[in-house]
T-cell receptor
Framework: QKEVEQDPGPLSVPEGAIVSLNCTYS??????FMWYRQYSRKGPELLMY????GNKEDGRFTAQVDKSSKYISLFIRDSQPSDSATYLC???????????FGQGTRLTINP | DSGVTQTPKHLITATGQRVTLRCSPR?????VYWYQQSLDQGLQFLIQ???????AKGNILERFSAQQFPDLHSELNLSSLELGDSALYFC???????????????FGPGTRLTVL
C-alpha cells in the first residue's frame, strides 16, 4: 500500500464548477499536507499547505484535512480553464526532508 | 519561475550508457532534492543533499548516484541505463535541511530522459 493514494483521474469539468480533489494517506505521523500544481511540461509548484487537521482557504482554493479518517481534500471554486493541470497531494516525512506524493489527478476545465 | 535551474531539458541516450543531470538551486538554498517522475510510479523521492552532505535517501537505485558541490549545485549520475529509467527527473531546493518544521521545496523545470 502506498503511503499517499490519489485517484489519477482524469477529471474533466465545465468552467465555473466546483472541483473536489482527494487523497488518503496511511502514515499517522504526517503533520503537514501539501497540494502541488503541475502544468504540462513544468515542475510542480506549491499551491498551499495545511498543518494538522482543519481547513485553509486561499482565494478560490480550500484545503481540508481530516486526520481521523486520514483524508486530504482540495476544493476549487469557480474553476477556470487556467486551473487545468495535474494536482498532486504530498506529505513530508523524516523531518520534512522527503516529500511523499500521491499519483496526481489530471484536471481539465472546459470553457 | 522557481529560481531552480536544470540542464539539459531533454536527454536521449541508449541502454547501457551513463548520463549526468545538473541542478542549480535557488540563491541561498542549501538543500537539494532529486525526484523521479514516471507514469507508473508517479513522483518519487530519490535523494537529498544539504550543504554538500547526503541527508536523506529514498528508493534510489545503486546505478544512480548524486553529489552536491561547494558552490551548492548538484549532479545526478545515472549509469548502466535501462529502458525503465526513462522518466522526468526533477531537482528541488529549500533553504534548510528540515528537522520537523515546514520546509517548502521549490522545483525546477525537470530533465526529460529517454532511454532507447
Amino acid at each position: 500500500q502506498k503511503e499517499v493514494e490519489q485517484d489519477p483521474g482524469p477529471l474533466s469539468v465545465p468552467e465555473g464548477a466546483i472541483v473536489s480533489l482527494n487523497c488518503t494517506y496511511s502514515n499517522s505521523a504526517f503533520q503537514y499536507f501539501m497540494w502541488y500544481r503541475q502544468y504540462s511540461r513544468k515542475g510542480p509548484e506549491l499551491l498551499m499547505y495545511t498543518y494538522s487537521s482543519g481547513n485553509k482557504e486561499d482565494g478560490r482554493f480550500t484545503a481540508q484535512v481530516d486526520k481521523s479518517s486520514k483524508y486530504i481534500s482540495l476544493f476549487i471554486r469557480d474553476s477556470q480553464p487556467s486551473d487545468s493541470a495535474t494536482y498532486l497531494c504530498a506529505c513530508p516525512i523524516q523531518g520534512a526532508q522527503k516529500l511523499v506524493f500521491g499519483q496526481g489527478t489530471r484536471l481539465t476545465i472546459n470553457p | 519561475d522557481s529560481g531552480v535551474t536544470q540542464t539539459p531539458k531533454h536527454l536521449i541516450t541508449a541502454t547501457g550508457q551513463r548520463v549526468t543531470l545538473r541542478c542549480s538551486p535557488r540563491s541561498g538554498d542549501l538543500s537539494v532534492y532529486w525526484y523521479q517522475q514516471s507514469l507508473d510510479q508517479g513522483l518519487q523521492f530519490l535523494i537529498q543533499y544539504y550543504n554538500g552532505e547526503e541527508r536523506a535517501k529514498g528508493n534510489i537505485l545503486e546505478r544512480f548516484s548524486a553529489q552536491q558541490f561547494p558552490d551548492l549545485h548538484s549532479e545526478l549520475n545515472l549509469s548502466s541505463l535501462e529502458l525503465g529509467d526513462s522518466a522526468l527527473y526533477f531537482c528541488a531546493s529549500s533553504p534548510r535541511s528540515g528537522g520537523g518544521s515546514y520546509n517548502e521545496q521549490f522545483f525546477g523545470p525537470g530533465t526529460r530522459l529517454t532511454v532507447l
